[in-house]
């Protein structure tokens, strides 16, 4: 069974970078598939942000391509997104994901974090 756990800061300042951690379990990220990136603004949809292959090699959509990084630590079987100079609009639920077709299927899921931007 794969299962995936965001960790991070729940509150972040204007201008500041937000880290998030996704803790893979049952599934080495190092294997196979995509590992995404997605968030939900308060009433909003889900936004796909970006992902790392399984080879290392990263994603990003290009709205969020100047100020946004995927990292792995695969001896952890961790991935971190770093989204750098945030403003209130990144406020949202952030969720890891295993993806297995971009755009088309993710078949597991963090249970999300809270994100605010305020200051």
């Known amino acids: 069974q794969v299962q995936l756990l965001e960790s991070g800061p729940g509150l972040v300042k204007p201008s500041q970078t937000l880290s998030l951690t996704c803790t893979v379990s049952?599934?080495?990220?190092?294997?196979?598939?995509?590992w995404s990136w997605i968030r939900q603004p308060p009433g909003k949809g889900l936004e796909w942000m970006g992902a790392?292959?399984?080879?290392?090699?990263?994603y990003y959509t290009p709205s969020l391509y100047s100020r946004m990084s995927i990292s792995r630590d695969t001896s952890k079987n961790q991935f971190t997104l770093h989204l750098s100079s945030v403003t209130p609009e990144d406020t949202a639920v952030y969720y890891c994901?295993?993806?297995?077709?971009?755009?088309?299927?993710?078949?597991?899921w963090g249970q999300g974090t809270q994100v605010t931007v305020s200051s």
């Open positions: 049952g599934f080495s990220i190092a294997s196979d598939n995509y």
């Open positions: 994901a295993r993806t297995i077709r971009v755009g088309v299927q993710n078949d597991y």
């Open positions: 790392i292959l399984y080879s290392g090699y990263t």
